[in-house]
């Protein structure tokens, strides 16, 4: 068993910030808990160390959390909002439990708003990562991440504390995929080439999976063009990326259409099948990322619906569809501490024969103040535009939104 030896001056500060720290008094039951009042069963701690326990060699914490205020003018009969609020807030703990020392078990807990506004905290990762069980080969098991959200997010867009990755947006966006799942992801890294796989339920890690939904394969394949990896080293480094991505999600959504009677008939599950190209340049002082997502429709466009009123319904996949996305970032600065940043997302559902297209669109314009390793600050305005007839146009609108990134 290993002794971890905390400071307990800065325990103190965790829960209060003391006036005088010198003069407080710490107590410690037969628990080992420590307390700083007196009572039956403590005892007076004269070293001002505090012993934790752990049967790992090594603990590394950290924490992530996304403080915005947003402004959002609706442009139709909607009033304006506005909100405070906590986008998300993350707190991680590895634990380096082998002989390996990249080998690790990692939990995250995940605080964000549900779809009733309510503040929830469920647990975001949660798996054991072993190092090179093949040549240059390591995975991931159990709450996992998926292969291509967090590629993008530490490679070419650096800005998740403002709007997520084209596939997972829901406002302009299809909505394809989130950022984690149960399964298995096995992640190979070499000079000039990366690539993430693995097999997951498929329905993400805040959904359940039903027993006649089927399994997902998803994939990223990326080639290192210029022989470096980028992973959040944009202000140093110079790099060029090309990446294949996606997803092959057996029996995914339920297949359903209303009646003549006005009855919800399910009459199968759908796949949902994607794919995406991606490529990214990186100097120190800019960044020109852009990609190309095609979503299939697996299932039938003619139903029979047994009527003899209406004998079949035409139907499309809602995730069905075509889109693209690119954003730049210009730093400046002696340390590239500042940023200028811009993006453009468009996304056109596909539609059932003779039914008009409709394109959802967005926009981002914004800057950026890292102000040291720990805290970054960012406001922006996002615009949002899609198509009348779209089912997402009551979401048009600008909004203003100033954040303030904190991490440990």
Do not use: C
């Amino acid at each position: 068993m290993k002794k971890i030896v905390l400071s307990a001056l800065a325990a103190l500060t965790l829960g209060s910030v003391a006036s005088n720290a010198a003069d407080v008094k710490l107590y410690q039951d037969e628990n080992g808990q420590v307390f700083t009042k007196p009572a039956e069963g403590r005892t007076l701690i004269k070293d001002k160390t505090v012993p934790m326990f752990s049967k790992a060699d090594k603990l590394k914490f950290s924490g992530l959390t996304y403080i915005g205020a947003t402004v959002k003018d609706f442009s139709d009969a909607q009033d304006t909002t506005a909100q405070v609020e906590i986008r998300r807030a993350y707190f991680q703990l590895k634990a380096y439990l082998l002989d390996d020392p990249k080998s690790y078990y990692r939990v995250t807990y995940d605080m964000s708003k549900d779809v009733t506004g309510d503040e929830k905290l469920r647990a975001k990762y949660a798996y054991l990562y072993l190092n090179n069980i093949l040549p240059s080969t390591g995975v991931e098991i159990g709450l996992a991440h998926r292969p291509w959200h967090d590629y993008e997010e530490h490679n070419a867009w650096y800005f998740r504390n403002i709007s997520k990755i084209l596939i997972e947006d829901k406002v302009s966006g299809p909505d394809l995929s989130n950022s984690a799942d149960f399964g298995v992801m096995f992640k190979t890294r070499t000079k000039y080439f990366d690539a993430d796989y693995g097999i997951f339920n498929g329905e993400g890690y805040h959904a359940f999976q039903v027993a006649q939904n089927g399994m997902s394969f998803e994939w990223r394949t990326t080639a290192h063009i210029l022989g470096v990896s980028g992973k959040d080293k944009q202000t140093s480094k110079t790099y060029w990326d090309a990446s294949f991505f996606g997803q092959y999600n057996q029996k995914h959504k339920a297949l359903t259409f209303l009646n003549a009677a006005g009855d919800n008939i399910n009459v199968g599950n759908e796949d949902l099948v994607f794919g995406g190209l991606h490529t990214v340049y990186n100097q120190p002082s800019f960044l020109v990322a852009a990609q190309y997502v095609k979503s299939l429709d697996t299932r039938s466009k003619s139903i029979d619906t047994g009527s003899v009123a209406s004998p079949s319904v035409s139907n499309v996949s809602a995730q069905a569809g075509s889109g693209y996305s690119a954003n730049v970032e210009y730093r400046l600065g002696n340390d590239k501490e500042y940023r200028l940043l811009a993006r453009y997302d468009s996304w056109t559902k596909e539609q059932p024969s003779g039914v008009k297209e409709t394109e959802d669109k967005g926009y981002i314009i914004g800057a950026a103040w890292e102000q040291n390793r720990n805290v970054e600050w960012v406001a922006n305005t996002i615009i949002t535009d899609n198509e009348k007839g779209s089912a997402k146009y009551s979401n048009n609108g600008t909004a203003y939104m100033l954040t303030a990134e904190v991490k440990f």
